[in-house]
C-alpha cells in the first residue's frame, strides 16, 4: 500500500477477524505456526525415537518442555550400537546416561560450543563434565569419559532451535565416566 492508504483486508489463517495494517504501513505476515519444544521435537522425530521412548519412560518430557536446555541428541542408530550395554544398566545408571545429555538453564549453539583444548568441557545437567573436540576450530565431536577415542560422538546436525533452546543431533551416545561395565 502507499504512504496515506489502507492495506487490502486479509484474515489470518485459522482466524475470522481480519487483519488490517495501518495507513502507510504493509499488512503483518500470517501467524507461524508454534515453535515446538525440545521435547516435542524430540518425539516428533522418527530418527530419534529411541530418545523419545527413554525420556518419557523416566518422565523427563515434561522437564524438557520447561526452561532452556542444550540437547545433545543421539540417533537411533547410536542407541542400537549400544543396546547390550544399556540392557546391563540398572535404571539409575541408564538416568545418569540420559542427564549426561543436557546442559540446563541456557541454549548452547555450535559457535559457542568452546574449541580450545584444556577450556573445552561442558558441565552437563548430572554433574559431570563432556568434552567438546573441534577440527579446524569447528566442533566436530562430543565426547564423555567413557567413549571411546576411536569412536567418538560426532555431530551430524547441530543448532536444531526449539522454543525452549536447542538441539545437536549426534551419531553416539555420551557415556559418563564409570557407566561401562
Not at 42 to 68: M, Q
Not at 123 to 148: H, I
Not at 174 to 179: G, I, K, V
Amino acid at each position: 500500500a502507499s504512504p496515506g492508504t489502507e492495506a487490502p483486508v486479509t484474515s489470518a489463517p485459522g482466524t475470522e477477524a481480519p487483519v488490517t495494517a495501518s495507513p502507510g504501513t504493509e499488512a503483518p505476515d500470517p501467524p507461524t505456526a508454534e515453535c515446538q519444544s525440545i521435547a516435542e521435537q524430540a518425539c516428533g522425530s522418527e530418527s530419534l525415537s529411541f530418545l523419545c521412548n527413554l525420556i518419557t519412560e523416566f518422565g523427563l518430557v515434561d522437564v524438557l518442555n520447561d526452561d532452556t536446555w542444550t540437547v545433545f541428541a543421539p540417533l537411533n542408530e547410536a542407541f542400537e550400537e549400544i543396546s547390550e550395554v544399556l540392557g546391563t544398566l540398572d535404571n539409575s545408571t541408564v538416568l545418569d546416561v540420559l542427564l549426561f545429555h543436557a546442559i540446563a538453564g541456557e541454549a548452547v549453539f555450535s559457535t559457542d560450543l568452546p574449541c580450545e583444548a584444556g577450556n573445552n568441557l561442558l558441565e552437563m545437567y548430572n554433574g559431570k563434565d563432556s568434552r567438546t573436540l573441534c577440527v579446524d576450530d569447528v566442533p566436530t565431536y562430543q565426547k564423555g569419559a567413557d567413549n571411546s577415542d576411536d569412536n567418538l560422538p560426532a555431530f551430524t546436525t547441530v543448532d536444531v532451535t526449539a522454543c525452549n533452546g536447542v538441539i545437536h543431533i549426534i551419531d553416539g551416545v555420551l557415556l559418563p565416566p564409570n557407566t561401562l561395565p
